[in-house]
């Protein structure tokens, strides 16, 4: 059982559109971390959280501690976004080494 | 900044040859760490280390060797590479590694290594 859940797997939307990722995890943790993969391969930390909610630009990360889930949020999307955008856990009194990652999601937008 | 750098960015081997990709950081990042990337699958780690002369096994150890003599350095070496290694390797690093601290991830750009 992954311990790492992301839906959806794929996604395609058209430019402009509300965009929404899904994070569920089993293990107790200390923080998440939204990560972004570039076509290029390139990955790019957007947000580590552990309580709440976090903005930056067009970009919203949230997350519900007690219900285990994590959502991502991109309002206005543009083709630029498209990307692999990755969850990942720290689980509770483990190490800065012990991220889990969730498998990604492929969002591409167009325009 | 140059951030995380590693090289090289593309590599072939055949199989029982050695090689080391580079990984450095001028961030003065305590933690630094090695994740091989394969399709459908999460990053998974392969080494890590919470600071110089400190190094520790992630979820995929076998066939690397890791050393840490310098902050800024984290070489990892393939002792004889294997087709089971063909994967897209990144080096990342962040500020702390200790359990009460949570700071955000510094990747490089990645490895393509392919062994025939």
């Known amino acids: 059982k992954n311990e790492v859940e992301q839906s959806p797997q794929n996604l395609t939307a058209q430019e402009g559109e509300f965009i929404t990722i899904n994070c569920s995890y089993s293990?107790?943790?200390?923080?998440l971390h939204w990560l972004q993969q570039h076509p290029g391969g390139g990955i790019v930390s957007l947000f580590m959280?552990?309580?709440g909610k976090k903005k930056h630009g067009r970009l919203i990360a949230t997350i519900n501690i007690q219900e285990k889930h994590s959502s991502l949020h991109i309002t206005a999307s543009h083709p630029r976004d498209s990307a692999v955008y990755i969850c990942?856990?720290?689980?509770?009194?483990?190490?800065?080494?012990?991220?889990?990652f969730g498998k990604g999601t492929k969002l591409s937008v167009k325009p | 900044n140059a951030g995380v750098t590693q090289t090289p960015k593309f590599q072939v081997l055949k199989t029982g040859q050695s090689m080391t990709l580079q990984c450095a950081q001028d961030?003065?990042?305590?933690?630094m760490s090695w994740y091989r990337q394969d399709p459908g699958m999460g990053l998974r780690l392969i080494h890590y280390?919470?600071?110089?002369?400190?190094?520790d096994q992630g979820e995929v150890p076998n066939g690397y060797n890791v050393s840490r003599s310098t902050t800024e350095d984290f070489p990892l070496r393939l002792l004889s590479a294997a087709p089971s290694q063909t994967s897209v390797y990144f080096c990342?690093?962040?500020?702390?590694?200790?359990?009460?601290?949570?700071?955000?991830?510094?990747f490089g750009n990645g490895t393509r290594l392919t062994v025939t």
């Open positions: 961030m003065n990042h305590e933690y």
């Open positions: 280390s919470v600071g110089a002369g400190i190094t």
């Open positions: 293990v107790g943790i200390s923080a």
């Open positions: 990942a856990v720290r689980a509770e009194g483990g190490s800065q080494g012990n991220l889990i």
């Open positions: 990342a690093s962040s500020y702390s590694g200790t359990i009460s601290y949570n700071s955000p991830l510094h």
């Open positions: 959280l552990s309580s």
